[in-house]
């Protein structure tokens, strides 16, 4: 009698121990901070920072993976790859050892040495290009060695549940259930592969509430082209330096209906919103949680300024650690021509007296 091997076997295993995984874990906290100049808001940011591989990207790459295994794409032993600029990789890196699969990130050789390093300790490899133009061959190229792509931008709209499960809006609407507005005035998040927007965008419908939905940009990326235009062959029209945000064209996963306000903020700002979360906080977030903040400060100052209170909800996306060679070193920041110091006091003087942080925006 023969024994044939059943390679839904391994996948079964690999789904339980995502679930195990699952069960583990804790959520996230929702953080409450008060601003004095804004008496009649309360802003929350919710920690993914906390997560074990340190982002909100870990939910996606539960998620991708889940995805992969459930639609037979992922098997026994074989290499797994993504693109990213740092966060989703080290996450999918993480449950790659987890599951004990070989993963390849391909990033940007300019991506910030801390997640290199962090990926490294991960036992992932990363294969760093210096045209970012050139990561779809690259991809390729490990496709066609067999590897299982997890394709964050092309599928993290639709492999995450947007109509519960413990996805990020479900949590947040969640966590504020007893407070004084439960139904948050705005909910503000960056757009990478959009799909975070698009999750938090479908859940405020699906659950009926009046929350809406703005997604904090660097200045000229190309949500924010698109998103005016509705026009998704739109480009950015500068770069940035916050890394996980701020893409130079419209992605698949890009919802522009779900979304009811874009605010763009200038890379100075939004390192300025970083440290200053730090100063507020005692503990360091990425940029793109600068960005979340100066885009939650002018959105609370229309608010106070219309004479309304209520609720901000966002994000604090990674950990600020790894930028810490970076967005945290002043001579790299000078190296890039960043000034913080008149943003860091516009900062300071819009938490305290409750203008807008910038003297430009209305
Ligand atoms: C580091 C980082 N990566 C990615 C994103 C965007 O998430 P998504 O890929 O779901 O659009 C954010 C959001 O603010 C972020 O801070």
Not at 310 to 330: H, K, M, N
Request: overall charge neutral.
């Amino acid at each position: 009698m023969s024994t044939t091997h059943d390679p839904r076997a391994w996948v079964y295993a690999a789904l339980l121990t995502l679930e195990r995984e699952s069960l583990r874990s804790a959520d996230t906290h929702l953080l409450r901070l008060a601003f004095p100049g804004f008496p009649d808001i309360a802003f929350y940011f919710k920690d993914e920072a906390s997560h074990p591989s340190g982002s909100l990207k870990h939910r996606l790459a539960r998620s991708l993976y889940l995805y992969a295994l459930c639609n037979g794409r992922l098997r026994e032993g074989q290499a797994v790859v993504d693109a990213s600029s740092g966060s989703t990789a080290i996450s999918e890196a993480w449950f790659a050892r987890l599951l004990g699969l070989r993963f390849t990130a391909v990033m940007p050789a300019s991506t910030a040495p801390g997640k290199i390093r962090e990926l490294r300790r991960l036992d992932a490899q990363c294969d760093l290009v210096e045209d970012p133009a050139c990561i779809p061959d690259r991809i390729a190229a490990h496709i066609a060695e067999g590897a299982c792509f997890l394709d964050q931008f092309g599928l993290a709209e639709r492999a995450t549940d947007w109509r519960g499960n413990n996805n990020i809006a479900e949590s947040i609407i969640h966590q504020l259930a007893r407070e004084a507005h439960a139904e948050p005035t705005w909910i503000v998040c960056g757009a990478g592969t959009g799909g975070t927007s698009a999750t938090i965008g479908r859940y405020l419908r699906y659950r009926r509430l009046p929350t809406r939905l703005c997604v904090a940009e660097p200045t000229g990326a190309a949500f924010a082209e698109g998103w005016r235009s509705r026009d998704r062959s739109a480009c950015a029209t500068r770069s940035t330096l916050i890394e996980g945000i701020g893409r130079a064209q419209v992605e698949p996963c890009f919802l522009f209906d779900v979304v009811d306000a874009v605010e763009e903020v200038d890379d100075a700002a939004s390192i300025a919103g970083a440290w200053l979360l730090r100063d507020r906080t005692g503990y360091r977030y990425g940029g793109s949680s600068g960005t979340n903040l100066v885009a939650c400060l002018r959105l609370a100052a229309r608010m106070r300024a219309a004479g309304q209170g209520g609720a901000i909800v966002s994000l604090l996306c990674d950990r600020g650690e790894r930028y810490e060679q970076t967005l945290f070193d002043p001579a790299w920041l000078a190296t890039h021509g960043i000034d913080l110091t008149p943003w860091r006091a516009r900062l300071q003087a819009c938490i305290v007296a409750g203008g807008f942080p910038a003297n430009d925006v209305v």
